[in-house]
């Protein structure tokens, strides 16, 4: 029988639309020994045009566009994501910046493999039609004097997975959306997102030496 080889490190597949200021986050990580256990080996984009692919090529790592609506179901979609995904033996995927929700079919094949970083502090201000600027604007508009980020487990309730690490940043009466989202982008975003994901990479490592 053949012996069973220890996992080094956890594969991780990145998810984006945008500029990947999360992603180039990870990647420094990963490029400074702080996220040691995992490797970002795949990068998908949901638009063609996401700068965040070109610091994917820059590292080395291979892309794919992968766009819902060039796929007549959700459920072919889900099918080409799940291929691309599993073609490259992720063990994690992590959202930065996905503006597609994933449907409740697809978040099923995954359980417990995908995580999301939100910019406020779930409960508040998070759900349908809670992204980007309209979060900071929101958390203005209530008067909050804090705010934040989550990074949370993916489920079929948007923003309703298990809660995994948040961290606060001050409000103050003259921030703009644009400013308080630079603060939690700079501040939270791009030091626990990494830091979460090296825990769960250390823990998926731990699981392979076990079985």
Not at 27 to 40: I, P, R
């Amino acid at each position: 029988m053949r012996p069973v080889v220890a996992k080094k490190k956890a594969r991780i597949a990145v998810l984006i639309s945008g500029g990947g200021s999360n992603l180039q986050a990870i990647l420094d990580a990963a490029a400074n020994g702080s996220l040691s256990h995992g490797e970002v080996v795949l990068v998908v984009s949901s638009r063609d045009s996401a700068y965040g692919l070109e610091r994917a090529r820059l590292a080395g790592i291979p892309t794919a566009v992968i766009r819902s609506r060039d796929f007549a179901s959700t459920a072919d979609f889900d099918n080409a994501l799940s291929k691309v995904i599993d073609d490259h033996q992720a063990d994690l995927i992590v959202l930065a910046g996905y503006m597609s929700i994933l449907s409740e079919g697809f978040v099923k094949r995954y359980p417990q493999r995908i995580v999301n970083i939100h910019p406020s502090l779930i409960p508040a201000f998070s759900g349908e039609g809670f992204y980007g600027l309209r979060v900071h604007e929101a958390a203005l508009s209530a008067g909050v004097k804090v705010s934040g980020a989550t990074v949370h487990y993916v489920n079929e309730v948007c923003d309703g997975g298990e809660i995994l690490e948040q961290q606060t940043v001050r409000v103050f009466p003259d921030d703009s959306p644009q400013d308080l989202q630079q603060r939690v982008l700079t501040q939270v975003e791009h030091v626990i997102y990494p830091r979460v994901i090296e825990q769960l990479a250390k823990e998926i490592v731990g699981n392979s030496h076990d079985s």
